[in-house]
T-cell receptor, first 113, second 114 residues
């Protein structure tokens, strides 16, 4: 399983864009990059997944360069309710054991008024 | 909506007790997982199951066992609880091979072992 490295914490203000970069140097050819969000006292929640280039949904965008050794989660115009821990994971969803994901420490994002 | 439920939100047990944590999902998912979450350590996988009666060890299986007799239910067992097993326990489920690496998590059980 590819190891991921991401910043421990990040502060922002309401209305700003937050970008969290994750490093995954030994990502495998079949691995996808996935981001989860976790609020206090809740289980993590899937935000977005991508393989290469850019993926956008109603919540976030995910930018993946051509070498796929890193990825950046972008949260546009954050609000106080976006304060959470964000986890970057890589894995192969097509393998039965590919769902055996390793969650690192995550990035604690604090949005201030 | 996928629903993953866990039997208790909070649990207090004594050292040496046998503890059962139950998890039920209603989406016919093949995969089910048990994690523990501790401050500064993120989520660590204890065990997972990709089918009924099938199980595989995760990263920290010592002191735990699991049971999956029915597809929708995955139980975590602490044979003899110890204080270092005080933690938040999270259950999750997912489809086996959907390509989308999306696990659905329950609300968690905060276990305190005295």
């Amino acid at each position: 399983l590819a190891k991921t490295t991401q910043p421990i914490s990040m502060d922002s203000y309401e209305g700003q864009e937050v970008n969290i970069t994750c490093s995954h140097n030994n990502i495998a050819t079949n691995d996808y990059i996935t981001w989860y969000q976790q609020f206090p006292s809740q289980g993590p929640r899937f935000i977005i997944q991508g393989y290469k280039t850019k993926v956008t949904n109603e919540v976030a965008s995910l930018f993946i360069p051509a070498d796929r050794k890193s990825s950046t989660l972008s949260l546009p115009r954050v609000s106080l309710s976006d304060t959470a821990v964000y986890y970057c994971l890589v894995g192969d969803g097509f393998k039965a054991a590919g769902n055996k994901l390793t969650f690192g420490g995550g990035t604690r994002v604090l949005v201030k008024p | 909506d996928v629903k993953v439920t866990q039997s208790s939100r909070y649990l207090v047990k004594r050292t040496g007790e046998k503890v059962f944590l139950e998890c039920v999902q209603d989406m016919d998912h093949e995969n089910m997982f048990w994690y523990r979450q501790d401050p500064g350590l993120g989520l660590r996988l204890i065990y997972f199951s990709y089918d009924v009666k099938m199980k595989e060890k995760g990263d920290i299986p010592e002191g735990y066992s699991v049971s999956r007799e029915k597809k929708e239910r995955f139980s975590l067992i602490l044979e003899s609880a110890s204080t270092n097993q005080t933690s938040m326990y999270l259950c999750a489920s997912s489809f086996r091979t959907s390509g989308r690496i999306e696990q659905f998590f329950g609300p968690g059980t905060r276990l305190t072992v005295l």
